[in-house]
């Protein structure tokens, strides 16, 4: 059940972070409503809280955790590079926009594998 909330929240998440970023781009005047302002802090917050539920559910801390410490990390720097690119604009706005679509992608592999090297 946790598990179903978590993935909900993901796709909210992520959603609610490419919907402003097309107002951004198209109607930015949008952007200043109070509703889309708080959103997505509530939003992330419940992700964050799903994903510590889970780790305390499944008692991951007492087994093998690096996993959890590489997806929290990329969490830090997915939001990060999503505080940068609603920020900026241009190349710069774009290129921190890719970061955090690879952190996304990462953290998601990370989580079905278990493995923060899986690339190795
Ligand atoms: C953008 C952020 C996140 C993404 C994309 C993400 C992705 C996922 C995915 C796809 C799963 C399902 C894995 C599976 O069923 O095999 C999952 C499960 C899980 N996630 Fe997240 N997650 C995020 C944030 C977090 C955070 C911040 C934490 C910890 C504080 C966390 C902890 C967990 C745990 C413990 C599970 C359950 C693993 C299992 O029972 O197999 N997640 N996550």
């Known amino acids: 059940m946790i598990k179903i909330l978590h993935l909900s929240f ?18 930015p005047e949008l952007l200043k409503l109070k509703i889309l302002k708080i959103a997505p802090h509530i939003i992330d917050t419940l992700l ?3 994903g510590i539920t889970l780790v305390i559910q499944g008692a991951w801390l007492s087994t093998e955790y690096s996993w959890i410490i590489a997806k ?3 969490l830090v720097f997915y939001i990060g590079l999503g505080v940068v ?6 190349t710069k706005r774009w290129l921190a926009f890719a970061g955090a679509m690879a952190c996304f992608v990462y953290i998601g592999i990370v989580a079905v594998t278990k493995d923060p090297f899986f690339f190795i």
């Open 10 to 27: 993901i796709l909210i998440s992520l959603s609610s972070f490419v919907g402003r970023l097309v107002l951004s781009e198209t109607r």
């Open 85 to 90: 690119t609603m920020r900026t604009r241009g």
């Open 48 to 50: 964050l809280l799903s």
């Open 72 to 74: 929290i990390t990329a």
